[in-house]
């Protein structure tokens, strides 16, 4: 009975040793985000090598498995159904089989995925199903089902590691409704993400009791449109206003970031951006200290990681191989012959060979009187000879539907007046600058680019007009006449083919420029197409057999003589390389 009692006091005195000591628990957060299709180090669309890539993320994130084990977090925040044939071919032709996205996310063993504005644009069927497959819980507390007024994926997802509790919060960007037509949202609604983040921080901490808590958040830096209802680039700004966060992970803009912000309460919030393409990842480190149950202690850092130098994983490539031998048979096949190479990049100094064709097209496709079309891609070509699939990845880089519009031939002009004032600078003499250019970072190095995006760059076919670029934003732009010789009347209705992201008020080019209430866009749509305009575009081709496209000729800068040299000049900064 004594050797009894003195075993139990022993332990009394054990026990509350034991459990006030000290641990520190080391967590590692991968994020990848904005993939866009880059599965496999090949580029399905040029034929060539692919830098980056998950192939190369796969090793990455092995190696750091064999270090941290189910310690690894590993986290994808959207935008991967879209931008290579692999996508294309398992979203709309080889429906049948599991979508390869979601193959992919369940191999690696992610631990969360977010929906980007691209993964909604490939419309309900395709998304829905990839939901299904995917393994990993699918995130976004600001995606709205309006008929429960509940989010239509999780909200966030709970992790325990080594106890300590991970909650992570996924969002998406509210400007899907800027960008794309309702029939691919249906049900739903995109809530503002500073408020949604309160509500669902204060949800994970109270009920939760989340340890740590991470931001997956596929809406960039800041800025972008903004309206009375939203913001399309808010992850900074949820960082800062909504306390609570130790580490957001973002995407979207295709940018890499990496800082510390202090939010409203002084605490410090890590943000990392990796950028597109499977070129970087973001890597976190948190260490976290416990003494028993409980967390005195926090520590996070973040770096952004260039993986291009990691070995391809070839068990990876081993698993996949049979999908990447259905691919390139789906990308080889020729559908037509080019007479000569097209480039996007003679699109910004005048009459393109390139765009104008995706013009004309649309003009035959549709009937309509006038067409708007802008360079999808900044420095594209399709090479003379043989047309595959493949190419019709660089004559039109996305998904878009082609519409037709009703527009007055005044919200034409001002709709071209926008699209120039973007494009255009206003010169002062003949040694300025042609084109409206900035210096920006790219993949961390500093670059002359254009100040804004090109693919708002319209330009257009069925009208003859003069772009002065001696003229003030909103005065350069003159249209003389139809390209029939008919006359050009501004209060007049005409028949206008733009594409869905235009039609739907992307760029703002008809809202802000043309000054159409966005509410009103939908009701200037007298014809939708049903698939997209890649589709129509590639039964054109197949349909002539051969493609010999010319420039229109049917508008040009004035006074020429300073427009072609300083032309010249600008081609030959932002073009370094001649064409091939």
């Not at 866009?521 to 349909?543: G, N, P, T």
């Amino acid at each position: 009975m004594k050797r009894i009692l003195i075993i139990w006091l022993l332990a009394l005195t054990i026990i509350p040793a034991a459990q006030s000591k000290q641990k520190t628990v080391s967590l590692r957060v991968i994020e990848t985000s904005d993939v866009h299709g880059s599965f496999f180090p090949y580029d399905f669309i040029n034929r060539q090598p692919k830098v980056g890539t998950l192939a190369r993320v796969s090793t990455y994130v092995n190696r750091l498995r064999e270090e941290y084990g189910e310690n690894l977090i590993l986290v994808d925040n959207g935008d991967i159904l879209q931008g290579q044939p692999t996508c294309y071919f398992y979203n709309f032709i080889n429906t049948e089989e599991p979508n390869v996205a979601a193959e992919i996310i369940n191999y690696m063993k992610y631990d969360a995925e977010t929906m980007g504005n691209h993964d909604v644009e490939t419309g309900h069927p395709v998304y829905d199903k990839w939901i299904k497959e995917v393994h990993c819980p699918m995130l976004g507390a600001n995606i709205i089902d309006v008929t429960t007024n509940e989010p239509y994926v999780k909200p966030y997802t709970i992790l325990n590691r080594q106890g300590v509790k991970i909650a992570i919060i996924g969002m998406l960007t509210p400007a899907i409704p800027n960008w794309l037509t309702e029939d691919l949202w249906k049900g739903l609604r995109f809530d503002e993400m500073v408020k949604t983040a309160r509500y669902w921080v204060k949800h994970v901490k109270e009920a939760e009791r989340a340890d740590i808590v991470i931001g997956l958040f596929h809406s960039g830096k800041k800025g972008g449109i903004k309206t009375v209802e939203y913001e399309e680039d808010a992850s900074l700004r949820v960082a800062e206003e909504v306390p609570g966060f130790d580490l957001v992970l973002f995407g979207h803009d295709h940018t890499t970031h990496n800082s510390t912000v202090v939010n409203v309460n002084g605490d410090e919030v890590v943000c990392l951006n990796p950028s597109n393409n499977a070129i970087y990842v973001c890597d976190a480190t948190i260490d976290v200290t416990l003494k028993g149950k409980k967390v005195t202690g926090k520590q996070v850092s973040g770096q952004v990681v260039n993986i291009t130098k990691e070995e391809i994983d070839p068990q990876y490539m081993e698993h996949f191989q049979p999908h990447i031998d259905k691919i390139n048979e789906f990308v080889n096949r020729k559908i037509g012959y080019v007479t000569h190479s097209l480039y996007t990049r003679d699109s910004y100094f005048g009459n393109s060979a390139f765009n104008d064709y995706i013009l004309n097209q649309e003009l035959t496709i549709t009937g309509a009187d006038i067409a708007f079309n802008a360079p999808l891609s900044f420095d594209a070509v399709i090479k003379e000879g043989d047309l595959c699939v493949s190419d019709m990845f660089n004559l039109y880089r996305f998904e878009n539907q082609l519409y037709v519009m009703r527009l007055t031939g005044e919200e034409i002009r001002k709709h071209l007046e926008m699209s120039y004032d973007l494009w255009v600078n206003t010169m002062a003499s003949p040694d300025d600058h042609l084109l409206l250019l900035s210096e920006s970072m790219y993949n961390n190095q500093p670059r002359i680019s254009f100040a804004n995006y090109s693919f708002n760059f319209d330009s257009a076919a069925g009208i003859d007009y003069e772009v002065d670029v001696t003229k003030p934003n909103g005065e350069k732009v003159r249209i003389l006449q139809m390209s029939n010789g008919e006359p050009f009347d501004e209060s007049r209705w005409y028949k206008v083919a733009v594409n869905s992201y235009r039609g739907n008020g992307g760029g703002e080019l008809l809202t802000q420029g043309a000054g159409i209430p966005k509410d009103s866009l939908a009701s200037r749509i007298v014809w939708r197409s049903e698939k997209d305009l890649r589709f129509y575009l590639m039964k054109e081709i197949e349909k002539a057999g051969v493609v010999d496209a010319k420039p229109n000729n049917n508008w040009r800068f004035i006074p020429e003589e300073w427009a072609q040299v300083a032309a010249e000049r600008d081609r030959a900064i932002l073009f370094k390389k001649p064409k091939e």
